[in-house]
Each structure stands twice: as structure tokens, then as C-alpha cells.
């Protein structure tokens, strides 16, 4: 996924809780459903950083050897501007970019 593209705000919005559960008629479900995304999407990006930090490190064991790269802390900047993984996830939520399956309903609608 790229993170770059996303159109989630990157300050906290009010949101009509109302208008948002919609798709599952339940604020709780709404709400369990948009934090597991945002827990995907903050291992994903933990991940993505970790890989690009790999190929920064060095094998020095000396202290008094580490030394400032720019390209590391652009890299590290890019990740602190990103939207929040919560806001991120409630714009998928938003733009039905999500495919929510409840497990429960089903056995019920069985």
C-alpha cells in the first residue's frame, strides 16, 4: 500500500459516528473494525521503515564512530509526516476501501 497517495487528514477530524457506521448498524463494531485496520496498517509501516533502515546500518562498534545521515533522517521525517494509522484506516472506512466479512451474522443468517 502506498501511504503516500492517502487522502486521510493529518490532524484529528470530528467525525459523525452515525454517517460512519452505516456499513455494520453498530458503533462498536465500527469502532473494533477501524482499529484491527489501523493495527495492519501500523505493521505494515513498521515494517516498510524497518527495511529501509536496514540498509543504514553499519558495522561499527565504536560509539564515538556514528555519524549523521541525511538520507536516514529524510526517510525518518517522510514516516513522522504520515497520517496517524487510525485516521488512515477510518478514510479506507470512508471511501469503502474496506471489505469487512462479520463471521457472527453469518452463522446466524445460516
Known amino acids: 500500500m502506498d501511504f503516500r497517495k492517502t487522502k486521510a487528514p493529518l490532524t ?20 473494533k473494525i477501524i482499529g484491527k485496520r489501523a493495527n495492519q496498517i501500523s505493521l505494515m509501516i513498521r515494517d516498510d521503515i524497518s ?30 509526516k504520515l497520517p496517524k494509522p487510525t ?13 469487512v466479512r462479520l463471521p457472527a451474522k453469518e452463522k446466524l443468517s445460516k
Open 12 to 31: 484529528t477530524v470530528t467525525r459523525d459516528m452515525n454517517s460512519l457506521c452505516e456499513s455494520t448498524g453498530n458503533v462498536y463494531e465500527t469502532v
Open 51 to 80: 527495511q529501509k533502515m536496514e540498509e543504514f546500518n553499519t558495522v561499527a562498534d565504536n560509539l564515538e564512530e556514528v555519524f549523521e545521515n541525511r538520507e536516514q533522517i529524510e526517510v525518518s521525517r517522510f514516516y513522522e
Open 87 to 99: 485516521l488512515i484506516a477510518t478514510q479506507e472506512l470512508i471511501e469503502n476501501k474496506l471489505f
